[in-house]
Each structure stands twice: as structure tokens, then as C-alpha cells.
């Protein structure tokens, strides 16, 4: 089993759409979660950390249940610059290390 | 500029070459790290360094080596390449400070062995 699962999508929603995507981790003693973002053939971007109590930037909405190992990312009024593959990324503590999800591939249509 | 460089930007070579990856940054980060990265298997760890001549396998150091001889210049090497090999491969740097801290990526190396 992956340490960290994501769906690899790709979801295919319309300018101005809502969409969410759940990451499930299986080590519980994971420590910080995050999402990356990575256009095509680019290198990774820190999008925005997860917080226990839940986090907002503009648009986007990160969440963590801890109980249940897993995190989302909520996207509100999708635009088409928001195409991209969105990397689920746990820390695990030891060394600085981060273990990287598969990646979800979000396309916004007009 | 950009804060973490990655030379070459692509690379086609041949089964038992051996091939250097070279990275550099100048955001000052004592921390550098080597991923790769493969199709539906997200960034895997290759090798990583806390500090000049500080070398820490990762979760796929096998058939790789690494050099820091400086703070700013991470080297990967790949002794006798194999098709397996083959992927995109960056480096990324983050600071000291206590805790997690924001991994920088470089634009990234594809490699392909023949």
C-alpha cells in the first residue's frame, strides 16, 4: 500500500465549478500535510500547508481529519489556470523528508 | 535568475554511461535533496543532504551516488546507466530552521537511457 494515495482523476469541471480532492496517508504519525502544485512538465509549487483546524486561501480550502488519515482540497470558482496535477505531500518527521502522493490532474474547460 | 538551477535540462544517453546531473542553488539552504519522478508513482526520494559533506540515502539511492562539495552545488550521479533509470528527475533545497520548511524545486532534469 502507497503511504499516500491520491485519485489520480483527471476531473474535467467547467470554469466557475466547485471541485475537491481527498488524499489518504497511512502513517499516523505523520506530522505536516501539504498540497503542491505542478503544471505540466514543471517542477512542484507549494500551493498551501494543512492545518488540523482547516485553512483558507482565496479560493482554495485545505482540511485535515486526522482520525480518519486523510486531507482535501476544496477549489472554488475553478478557473482555467488552475489545470494542473495537485500533489497530496506528508511529512513524517525524521530528516525533513516529505513523502509525495501520485498527483490528481485537475482540467478546468471553459 | 532562477533560485535552484538544474544542468542539463535534458539528456539522452546510453545502457552502462555513466552521467552527472548537477544542481545548484543560491537561495543560501543548507538542506538539498534528489527526486525523481515517475509516472504514477509521484516524487520518490533518491538521496539528501543536511550540510557540505553530509550524504543521507533515501528511499532509492541504489544505482546513484551524490556528491556536496559545496553548500550550493548538489551532484548526482548515475555510475552505469540502466532504462529504469529513466525519468524526470529534480533537486530541491529548504532551510535549516527547526521543523518543515518549504521544499524548492529545480525545473528538473529528463533523462532518458536508451
Known amino acids: 500500500r502507497k503511504e499516500v494515495e491520491q485519485d489520480p482523476g483527471p476531473f474535467n469541471v467547467p470554469e466557475g465549478a466547485t471541485v475537491a480532492f481527498n488524499c489518504t496517508y497511512s502513517n499516523s504519525a505523520s506530522q505536516s500535510f501539504f498540497w503542491y502544485r505542478q503544471d505540466c512538465r514543471k517542477e512542484p509549487k507549494l500551493l498551501m500547508s494543512v492545518y488540523s483546524s482547516g485553512n483558507e486561501d482565496g479560493r482554495f480550502t485545505a482540511q485535515l481529519n486526522r482520525a480518519s488519515q486523510y486531507i482535501s482540497l476544496l477549489i472554488r470558482d475553478s478557473k482555467l489556470s488552475d489545470s494542473a496535477t495537485y500533489l497530496c505531500?506528508?511529512?513524517?518527521?525524521?530528516?525533513?523528508?516529505?513523502?509525495f502522493g501520485a498527483g490528481t490532474i485537475l482540467r478546468v474547460k471553459s | 535568475d532562477a533560485d535552484v538551477t538544474q544542468t542539463p535540462r535534458n539528456r539522452i544517453t546510453k545502457t552502462g554511461k555513466r552521467i552527472m546531473l548537477e544542481c545548484s542553488q543560491t537561495?543560501?539552504?543548507?538542506?538539498m535533496y534528489w527526486y525523481r519522478q515517475d509516472p504514477g508513482l509521484g516524487l520518490r526520494l533518491i538521496y539528501y543532504s543536511f550540510d557540505v559533506k553530509d550524504i543521507n540515502k533515501g528511499e532509492i539511492s541504489d544505482g546513484y551516488s551524490v556528491s556536496r562539495q559545496a553548500q550550493a552545488k548538489f551532484s548526482l550521479s548515475l555510475e552505469s546507466a540502466i532504462p529504469n533509470q529513466t525519468a524526470l528527475y529534480f533537486c530541491?533545497?529548504?532551510?535549516?530552521?527547526?521543523?518543515?520548511?518549504?521544499?524548492?524545486f529545480g525545473p528538473g532534469t529528463r533523462l532518458t537511457v536508451l
Open positions: 537561495k543560501g539552504h543548507d538542506r
Open positions: 505531500v506528508v511529512f513524517n518527521g525524521y530528516g525533513n523528508k516529505l513523502v
Open positions: 530541491a533545497t529548504s532551510d535549516l530552521e527547526g521543523g518543515y520548511n518549504e521544499q524548492f
